[in-house]
């Protein structure tokens, strides 16, 4: 820090308070810095993915709030909720707030999938259908599932969400938080069999193993697996080998593609070698997927065969990656989704005037930053990185003109932007679990944005 900000702690803005958001805030605290940390949040509500995009019966993933919870906790940290960067502030804002500003916003829209038919009637991204059964205020409130047969395209964790939701009943996803709209959806769910398919074989499916494994936890869903699909070249061997995790993931395929198929009602089939070629359509609408098989050319990756097949489905999700949005005033890498940057410090956009090769004191962490790629914990070690140089760049910041966190608030309040805290927080946790008890769940979440604001009463600390 430089003389004129030596005195006082540095302030740091983090737009963005998911997992990537708060493991950064916790880097800072963690270091010998004296620091001040105000996290930025569009949403009412903090964590983000946990919160937003991880499935409702994964208990054990939302576990890692209770982690989260103890750095919001800390006096060093300030939730600003409720508050949509660009909008409602802006990167010149934060300037004049705070030394250094990191965004953490992470990834919430879909990849695209450039096949024909994709834009149908009845084809879905699945980061939207998450949203939806995830309650998150700001999509629909209803969901067409008047499918009887579904595709879903992808073999990643997501895309083994999608096709767990859409092949349970309604009535098993109740005992979790899911709001009443998504529970009154679900109930009315028409899908019994639900085909998942990859390009590429067993040995290259991106699933943890124990996410895989939950597929056969419920008493109404029947993995199949087609044992012409367990199939394995020198460079698939290589990968199982060299991971244990793919060798887990390959040998529960394997048992589940010899066994003999039951008989509970809703089938939930795992396809491999079977490339997506084109979503069919009638009258605007899905009534097919057609798919090409591929086969391993030795060294895990694939080829096609030029050898089609259609399936019979009514609705196709893509589960093909996340994507992050473009955030005003940085620059953008369309094409990897992030923020171009080295180990957190952003690039100056090199259209722009001046000899900066960084942007001053402006950072990014998580997916921003690398992508979407990869497990919650993974996020850490970005945090990391990303502090460790915001800390090395820390004694030639230019200081903020108006440091006091009270200028910040005052500014947010002058423009009426009725922003949540952290103490809000706990209210609307109260208040959600209030609704869950008499019918003895943990909580019910509630999705009108209004009424999140409402329990949280802003700016009230």
Same mark, same amino acid.
């Given at each position: ?7 006082? !702690? ?19 605290? @963690? ?6 940390? $105000?996290?930025?949040?569009? &949403? ?36 600003? %909720?409720?508050? +949509? ?13 705070? +030394? ?24 879905? #991204? ?7 059964? +995830?309650?998150?205020?700001?999509? !629909? ?14 073999? #990643? ?26 529970? @009154?959806?679900?109930?009315?769910? @028409? ?43 020198? %460079? ?11 060798? &887990? ?31 069919? #359509? ?15 050319? %030795? ?12 399936? $019979? ?30 180990? %957190? ?8 005037? #001046? ?13 921003? @930053? ?24 820390? !004694? ?66």
């Amino acid at each position: 820090m430089t003389e004129q900000s030596a005195a006082r !702690p540095l302030r740091i803005a983090i737009v963005g308070a998911g997992p990537a958001g708060i493991y950064a805030a916790d880097a800072l605290m @963690k270091s010998d810095a004296e620091v001040s940390i $105000d996290l930025f949040e569009r &949403m009412p509500a903090p964590f983000g993915l946990i919160r937003y995009g991880v499935a409702p019966d994964h208990p054990r993933i939302k576990g890692i709030i209770t982690a989260l919870h103890k750095v919001l906790d800390k006096p060093q940290v300030r939730l600003l %909720g409720n508050i +949509d960067y660009g909008t409602d502030i802006t990167l010149d804002d934060l300037r004049a707030f705070y +030394d250094a500003v990191i965004f953490s916003t992470g990834a919430n829209a879909d990849r695209a999938l450039p096949i024909p038919g994709i834009d149908l009637d009845g084809s879905f #991204g699945a980061a939207d259908f998450v949203s939806w059964y +995830d309650g998150h205020p700001d999509v !629909p409130r209803t969901w067409p599932l008047d499918a009887e047969k579904v595709a879903v395209l992808g073999v #990643g964790n997501v895309a083994l969400d999608v096709a767990r939701v859409l092949a349970k009943t309604g009535d098993e996803l109740l005992p979790t938080e899911i709001p009443p709209n998504v529970y @009154k959806g679900l109930k009315a769910n @028409k899908a019994v069999e639900v085909h998942v398919f990859g390009r590429r074989g067993p040995a290259q499916a991106k699933f943890t193993p124990l996410e895989l494994r939950e597929l056969d936890h419920s008493p109404t869903i029947e993995v199949i697996v087609d044992p012409e699909d367990i199939d394995y070249d020198e %460079g698939s061997e290589a990968a199982r080998r060299h991971s244990k995790q793919v060798d &887990m993931v390959a040998n529960t395929l394997e048992q589940w593609a010899i066994r003999d198929v039951g008989d509970r009602p809703h089938k939930l089939f795992l396809h491999f070698f079977e490339s997506p070629a084109e979503v069919l #359509g009638e009258n605007g609408k899905v009534v097919g997927l057609r798919t090409e098989r591929t086969q391993l050319d %030795g060294t895990g990756n694939v080829k096609g065969t030029g050898v089609f097949k259609d399936w $019979d489905v009514q609705a196709v999700y893509r589960a093909v990656g996340y994507l992050s949005q473009n955030l005003t005033n940085l620059p953008f890498d369309d094409q990897a989704g992030t923020v171009p940057n080295e180990a %957190g410090r952003v690039l100056a956009d090199e259209n722009a005037d #001046g000899p900066a090769r960084y942007l001053p004191a402006t950072y990014v962490t998580g997916w921003i @930053k690398r992508g979407p790629v990869g497990l919650i914990g993974h996020t850490k070690g970005d945090a990391n990185e990303t502090i460790a140089c915001l800390l090395d760049d820390a !004694p030639n910041f230019t200081p903020a003109e108006r440091p006091e966190p009270e200028a910040v608030t005052e500014f947010l309040e002058s423009k009426g932007i009725p922003f949540t805290t952290w103490a809000g927080w706990y209210r609307l946790d109260a208040h959600e679990r209030s609704l869950g008890e008499p019918e003895g769940r943990e909580r019910v979440k509630v999705v009108e944005r209004e009424d999140m604001l409402r329990a949280s009463e802003p700016h009230k600390v």
